[in-house]
């Protein structure tokens, strides 16, 4: 199975800061890979899909890249309401993986 | 919109068959694969399970094959998620999702929680 390694684990920023988050693939995906915010208490919700297109609604600060089985997450200028945990997920075959998580924090 | 909720968790013995069921609304359910995808207490996300969406293929995660089985009525906009002889380390939220364009999951249901215990 795929094996997606995201970094980092946590990180903590301040408010309007340029923030990013890995997630490696174990081979190649192509774009097939998304990105989850989970806010606390609630159901995860994509941000992202197809390495880079941003899913209906999602703030433009979010943006996805892709460079070869390296994909990158960014948040352009961090709000307050950002602070959760971020998956990324590959959806190249069966079965479909997650990483491990990115914690984000607000200073 | 599309709406996913989720129901038939709780405390269940170790051993004893358990089945979740998600009801979808919002959307034409009947072209759309559904996801369950579970979270263990302050843990990650695990991807469990997808049915397509006329019911004839079923694609499992590694460690849940032959243990789980998904199914859905297409009559009832209805998934469900037979847990076979569960145990211990099955006690999570299970979330249930539209397949969105073979491409991710949205949206996702607020989940029902199933703890695996004596």
């Known amino acids: 199975a795929v094996q997606l390694t995201q970094s980092p684990s946590s990180l903590s920023a301040s408010v309007g800061d340029r923030v990013t988050i890995t997630c490696r693939a174990s081979q190649e995906i192509g774009n097939d890979l998304g990105w989850y915010q989970q806010k606390p208490g609630e159901a995860p919700k994509l941000l992202v899909f197809s390495a880079f297109t941003l899913q209906s609604g999602v703030p433009s600060r979010f943006s996805g890249r892709r460079s070869g089985t390296d994909f990158t997450l960014t948040i352009s200028s961090l709000q307050p309401e950002d602070l959760g945990i971020y998956y990324c997920l590959h959806d190249y075959n069966f079965p479909w993986t997650f990483g491990q998580g990115t914690k984000v924090d607000i200073k | 919109q599309a709406l996913l909720v989720e129901s038939g968790g709780g405390v269940v013995q170790p051993g004893t068959s358990l089945r979740l069921s998600c009801a979808a609304s919002?959307?034409?359910?009947?072209?759309?694969?559904i996801h369950w995808v579970r979270q263990t207490p302050g843990k990650g996300l695990e991807w469990v399970a997808l049915?397509?969406?006329?019911?004839?293929?079923?694609y499992y995660g590694d460690s849940l094959r032959g243990r789980f089985t998904i199914s859905r009525d297409n009559s009832k906009n209805m998934v469900y998620l037979q847990m076979h002889s569960p145990g211990p380390e099955d006690t999570a939220v299970y979330y249930c999702?539209?397949?969105?364009?073979?491409?991710?999951?949205?949206?996702w249901g607020r989940g029902t929680l199933v703890i695996v215990s004596s």
């Open positions: 999702a539209k397949d969105h364009r073979n491409s991710g999951l949205d949206p």
């Open positions: 049915i397509s969406f006329d019911g004839k293929n079923q």
């Open positions: 919002g959307f034409r359910f009947a072209t759309h694969g």
